[in-house]
Nanobody, 124 residues
Framework: QVQLVESGGGLVQAGDSLRVSCAAS????????IAWFRQAPGKEREFVAG????????YYTVSVKGRFTISRDNARNTAYLQMSSLKPEDTAVYYC?????????????????WGQGTQVTVSS
């Protein structure tokens, strides 16, 4: 079992940066792939970024590549999503998710554990 708690969301202006965090409970954090998803009002939840268990591999959706950076600190049981050059279309609830496997996947059904989400709002 892994419990995930996101934090760090807020209201920012276009072009600003923001870092959201995902704190995990349990001693098996390092055995899970971690991903960030987001869900805007009226839209489906979509994959944003994923990171392998050891942090050596990352994967991003096209719309955030070059602007967002996913990272993790297994000693602190925490994952991060650093967001830069934010745009109004990045506005969404951001969710952290975990799957006990070796490969990064991009669909919600492939993740076993979810946090409650943190709201990120980017004003123009």
């Amino acid at each position: 079992q892994v419990q995930l708690v996101e934090s760090g969301g807020g209201l920012v202006q276009a072009g600003d940066s923001l870092r959201v965090s995902c704190a995990a409970s349990g001693r098996t954090f390092g055995g899970h792939v971690i991903a960030w998803f987001r869900q805007a009002p009226g839209k489906e939840r979509e994959f944003v970024a994923g990171i392998s268990r050891d942090g050596a591999s990352t994967y991003y959706t096209v719309s955030v590549k070059g602007r967002f950076t996913i990272s993790r600190d297994n000693a602190r049981n925490t994952a991060y999503l650093q967001m830069s050059s934010l745009k109004p279309e990045d506005t969404a609830v951001y969710y952290c998710a975990a799957r006990p496997s070796t490969d990064i996947r991009t669909t919600t059904q492939q993740y076993n554990y979810w946090g409650q989400g943190t709201q990120v709002t980017v004003s123009s």
